[in-house]
């Protein structure tokens, strides 16, 4: 991955299962610069339980915050799957000056209610100032359709990009699923006005509780 990552200059977020010692893995996203330098390793906090996803009964949680990578590209920071339900986590990267968050995650179709997946990520960018891309697994398990839809907001919660939905219905165990490159340029002049925007805000409700 480092190779692929000086190869092609990207600055690249990579998934996977880290053995962390005897016993103990974790959910566990790399994070290299455009040179391939490994910048650090993020780690999946809040590991979740329910019909098929029983992730606690292999994964710990993480236990190195919700750090920031300074790249390339900016600041960089990971919310790995589960992680990016709580705003509290959304809003340690956003504190930590991320200007863009990455999401890695496996999520199958019929989840979630319909939408709320996006709408929970377009709303931590718009209240968090920073871009956001989530890429969602694709791909058939005995019991799993993971559903796709991968995509890309602004600051503003605005969609820039998206991936293709995957059916409910379950695909052709021989046929490889077919993936989307989704391409999005980042637009510094949105995360600026969304800033000034926001100060402002916050400058009227200080001034209101003082009054108050």
């Known amino acids: 991955m ?25 959910d566990s996203s790399p994070v290299f610069d455009a040179d391939g330098e490994l910048l650090g390793v993020t780690r999946m906090v809040h590991i979740t339980d329910y019909a098929c996803f029983h992730e606690q009964g292999y994964y710990a949680p993480g236990n190195r915050g919700a750090p920031v990578y300074t790249t390339r590209v900016g600041r ?27 999401i890695p995650q496996a999520g ?30 694709v791909g058939v398990e005995e019991k799993l359709t993971f559903a796709g839809e991968s995509f890309v907001v602004d600051a503003e919660g605005q969609g820039l990009g998206r991936g293709r939905a995957r059916g409910a219905g379950r695909r052709d165990p ?27 805000v916050a400058q009227k409700t200080l001034r209101c509780l003082f009054a108050c």
């Not at 960089?76 to 968050?101: N, Q």
């Not at 993936?179 to 926001?198: I, M």
């Open 2 to 26: 480092a190779q692929q990552a000086k190869r092609l200059g990207l600055v690249t977020v990579f998934n996977m299962y880290e053995a962390g010692g005897p016993g103990t893995a974790y």
């Open 76 to 102: 960089v920071g990971v919310a790995i799957c589960y992680d990016r339900h709580y705003p509290e986590y959304m809003r340690a990267l956003g504190v930590a000056g991320a200007e863009l968050v990455v």
């Open 108 to 137: 199958a179709v019929g989840e979630w209610p319909e939408g709320l997946y996006e709408a929970e990520v377009r709303t931590a960018a718009f209240q968090n100032g920073y871009y956001a891309a989530l890429c969602n697994r």
């Open 174 to 200: 021989g046929r490889r699923p077919r993936r989307t490159l989704l391409v999005s340029e980042r637009r510094d002049q949105t995360r600026a006005a969304h800033r000034s925007r926001f100060l402002a």
